[in-house]
Structure formats: C-alpha cells, structure tokens
C-alpha cells in the first residue's frame, strides 16, 4: 500500500468524479483508476460503487475513508514540523479568497508580505466564502480571507475589517433617491447575485426566506467588475460590501433600513499544525493590523 494510493483515493472521494480527482491533482486519469484498483486488490474490497453515473463509496469505502484521512493528515503536520528546520527557508502558503475580497482587500497585503518573504511560495485559490471554509476544514487550504460571521468553532479567526452590506443600484433607478432600503422594496426588482458558495449570496437568500420574498435573480457572476458593469448599465442591483463599491461611477449604495454588518478577516484551522511559513504570515497579517490602527 502506497501514500500516493491514498492520496488519489481521498481526493476521488471528496470529489466524486476520478476526471476532476486527476486534475486537482494534476495526474493523468488512468494513474488514479489504477491506483485505486490496485488498493482495493489489496484491501480484498470494492472501495466505490460504480453502477451510478456519480462516483460513490461503499460502505467499506466509507469506513476506510474517515481512517486514512486521519493517518494522511497527521502524515501532512510531521512533514510540515520537519520541514520547519530549515529555518524558514522555504515553505509553501495555500489561500483562499472570494473574488469580491480579493480583488480589494488582498493585494496590499500580498504585496507587502511577498516582499518581505520573497523565498516562500504562495498559492492561491479562488472560491467563495462558504466553500472556502469547507475547504480548511478538509484541511485543502492554510487559510481563507472569508467573510467570518458564523464562522464555525474548528477555526481560528483573526478579524481584519469591518463591512456594511448595501445594495448597489444604477443612478437612475427609481429607489436610488432613498436613503435607506428594505427587502420588500426590492421585492420585485431584476437582482443579480453572486454564484453558490458565497456566504454573502446565502445571507441574502436567507433573509428572504425569513421574509417570505422569493427574489427575481435575472443574472449570476462572482466577476466584480462584470456585476458592476451590468448595475451601471441598468440591469438589475446587486448586494455587495460597501467598500467594494465605494464611489464606483454610476452606482448608488443604499444601506438596509435595519444595518447588516459582517466581519472580513483571516481563518484557519485551530486543531491544525501551523508550519513556520502559516505562523509568519499569522503575525504579518497582526502586525499590518496594529499599524493600520
């Protein structure tokens, strides 16, 4: 039984499809099949049930699963501790950001910490809030600079700003003379909203939900600037942050007549082994925060 055998067999799992195990993992499709069918000669046991078009572990597949992803993960942390005795020298970062933060929050800080550790790789990935989170909690990423309202109690969190959700809307739009908006004025109003995985898009969808208002979401994007385009243009509002649409030309903001604000910051796994390279950028990010105030 090799490492590399159950590394294609975890990530198969998660992902439910051998075609998208592969590419994750950047190996060729008949690397992963064989590698799995040679495990389960091994094993003596049919680890997927293929008779269905999506990929699906039996219930010895299963069993096995939740075993062998405490045995990679603590494989993981001891590669990480012993790697730490270079001194730092170098060491990989993986993060995950919605595009809406991204894009506005993230670069000064990227900048900033790549300058000053220029030997450390760091790779990120673009997700929204809500998958972001499921992916540190599959320990798939260092971090995520997410949304952290409801954040769940497995990770740590580090607020680094303060944001007001407001909805977005074209100049001439007939609400844009208010100064403040509830739900049941855009009750029948063309929305745009952000793709699944964005918790943004989920606390809107709830809230209407709680109000009993099924919204009209005519377009989707997590493309901030394509949203943008098409508020100015008319099509429809959005909700966003407020500082993502700060004095944007031809957008209005109107906050809700009952204030939503959310915390935007840094998270990561509180039971996980934070390696040199996490804890440096941890105290990069403590110490920009420090001087900002």
Request: proline share 4%.
């Amino acid at each position: 039984m090799e490492l590399r055998q159950l590394e294609y067999f975890q990530m198969a799992s998660r992902l439910k499809n051998i075609t998208r195990a592969a590419e994750r993992l950047r190996v060729s499709q008949p690397n992963i099949t064989v590698a799995i069918k040679k495990l389960e000669a091994e094993l003596g046991i049919q680890l997927f049930d293929r008779s269905q078009k999506q990929l699906s572990l039996t219930p010895e597949g299963a069993v096995f699963l939740t075993r062998i992803e405490l045995a990679l993960r603590n494989i993981q942390d001891a590669v990480l501790e012993v790697n730490d005795y270079k001194q730092l020298q170098k060491g990989t970062i993986k993060i995950g950001i919605p595009s809406m933060i991204g894009a506005y929050l993230f670069p000064k800080i990227f900048s900033s910490f790549q300058k000053k550790y220029s030997h450390l790789d760091v790779y990120l990935y673009e997700e929204g809030s809500m998958r972001i989170r499921e992916q540190l909690e599959r320990d798939e990423l260092d971090f995520g600079i997410v949304i952290l309202s409801n954040a769940a109690a497995s990770l740590q969190t580090l607020p680094m700003a303060k944001s007001q959700i407001v909805a977005c809307l074209p100049e001439q739009h007939p609400l844009a003379k208010k100064k403040t908006i509830s739900l049941h004025d855009i009750e029948d109003v063309n929305l745009i909203m952000l793709k699944d995985g964005s918790f943004l898009r989920k606390l809107m969808l709830d809230t209407f939900k709680q109000e009993s208002i099924t919204p009209d979401i005519v377009l989707e994007s997590n493309q901030i600037e394509t949203i943008k385009g098409l508020i100015a243009s008319g099509a429809g509002i959005a909700f966003l942050l407020d500082f993502i649409v700060e004095e944007t030309p031809g957008i209005v903001t109107l906050p809700f007549d009952k204030p939503v604000f959310v915390d935007v910051g840094l998270a990561w796994k509180k039971d996980r082994y934070v390696s040199k390279a996490a804890q440096a950028f941890i105290d990069f990010c403590q110490n920009t925060l420090k001087k900002e105030k």
